[in-house]
């Protein structure tokens, strides 16, 4: 029987998801990478079903409001979830909403929180995606992005990244 694994994601709004999209869709085009929804993970990889997870994020979303955070960098790792990716500073609401989060799913930490919305999953490294990160780092570096909303997403490293899609969500204020 296959474990029901859920991941906690704060999403950009419309028009900010758009463009990661279609930066998502180019890289992967490029580098024969998967195509997946540009997001910021919150909490990954919960063995815990959709149902038990709802209240939990009815209260890391409590009186929180929209917010945005500008692209501090853009990086590549050999990381294969993080191979290409662009970072964010730990901005107060975004470190507000990550505490929220280890303490209500209680899983995950404060001190190893790497805020990021990955661009590329499993890009080897090379030339060509160093060139693409030196563009993108152009690019991207200092664009705001608008955090409207938290999800419940079933996804997970054991759960192949076509079938990742959003169970459940709550809009932050605005």
Request: hydrophobic residues 40%; charged residues 25%.
């Amino acid at each position: 029987m296959r474990t029901n694994y859920h991941s906690i994601w704060l999403m950009p709004c419309a028009e900010h998801e758009r463009r990661f999209s279609e930066v998502v869709q180019d890289l992967a085009r490029r580098f024969g990478s998967p195509v997946f929804q540009p997001h910021l993970t919150l909490v990954e990889d919960m063995p815990r079903t959709c149902e038990e997870l709802e209240p939990l994020l009815a209260r890391v979303a409590e009186g929180a409001a929209s917010f945005e955070a500008g692209v501090e960098t853009v990086e590549g790792s050999p990381l294969y979830y993080r191979s290409l990716y662009a970072r964010f500073p730990v901005v107060a609401p975004l470190k507000a909403m990550k505490i929220k989060a280890v303490e209500g799913f209680g899983v995950g930490s404060i001190e190893t929180f790497v805020p990021h919305i990955s661009l590329a999953y499993g890009v080897q490294e090379s030339s060509d995606k160093s060139r693409a990160v030196a563009v993108l780092q152009r690019r991207m570096m200092g664009m705001g992005v608008r955090f409207d909303r938290v999800c419940i997403v079933a996804s997970s490293q054991h759960t192949p990244i076509e079938e990742w899609a959003i169970r459940s969500y709550i809009s932050l204020r605005d």
